[in-house]
């Protein structure tokens, strides 16, 4: 089946500790993007990437970081340096990087800092 | 700076009935917009995009309509059952970038 699997779909992390949620696709997509949802908030756009070995920063990059080695993966590292990261973190990924494709998103993984 | 509105208060609806969900925005305009659903603690998943030149677009039960001049495009489910209940997001491109800006979502309560 194709599709883009996160995980884990929960997550938890002591404060001071870096995380790294994992994304990966198997639908041969060029582009892959991560996002935050807070409750009752939009979903925010922290990097994303329109081929493999590059990426660019969204709306929220600070204390985040991402690779694109791979075509079909996209882990995201939260990082110690960003302040309020328990949310839930949605991978999506569309054929290419351009205007009018639509997003196919993973069940997401929710990040709890203890 | 560019805006996007969605009625923040849930819709509750009776089965049968037709649902309609409103999404404003503000000091851009895009060339497309998307619609898309979120179940909770789920991924969204697309449902329908609209081109500025389009005024209405149909798939099943779904119709958007996209009026360029009141910045507003409308979310209608027709014939509406409990399995529609969900969160529904607008999603127009944000302005200089390709990339979805999405909004808030209005959620959907559909009851029997």
């Known amino acids: 089946d194709g599709g883009i699997t996160q995980s884990p779909k929960y997550l938890f992390r002591k404060e001071g500790q870096n995380v790294t949620l994992s994304c990966e696709q198997n639908l041969n997509h060029d582009a892959m993007y991560w996002y935050r949802q807070d409750p009752g908030q939009g979903l925010r756009l922290i990097y994303y990437?329109?081929?493999?070995?590059?990426?660019q920063k969204g709306d929220i990059a600070e204390g985040y970081s991402v690779s694109r080695e791979k075509k079909e993966s996209f882990p995201l590292t939260v990082t110690s340096a960003q302040k309020n990261p328990t949310a839930f973190y949605l991978c999506?990924?569309?054929?290419?990087?351009?205007?009018?494709?639509?997003?196919?998103f993973g069940p997401g993984t929710r990040l709890t800092v203890l | 700076s560019q805006k996007i509105e969605q009625n923040s208060e849930a819709l509750n609806i009776q089965e049968g009935k037709t649902a309609t969900l409103t999404c404003n925005y503000t000091n851009y305009s895009p060339a497309y917009l998307q619609w898309y659903r979120q179940d909770p603690g789920r991924g969204p998943v697309f449902l329908l995009l609209i081109r500025e030149n389009e005024k209405e677009k149909r798939k099943e039960r779904l119709k958007v309509t996209f009026d360029t001049t009141l910045k507003q495009s409308l979310f209608h489910i027709t014939a509406s059952q409990p399995a529609d209940s969900a969160t529904y997001l607008c999603a127009p491109p944000s302005g200089g970038s390709y990339i979805p800006t999405f909004g808030r979502g209005t959620s959907l309560i559909v009851h029997p």
């Open positions: 990437s329109q081929i493999v070995n590059d990426f």
């Open positions: 999506a990924s569309s054929i290419e990087g351009g205007p009018g494709n639509e997003q196919f």
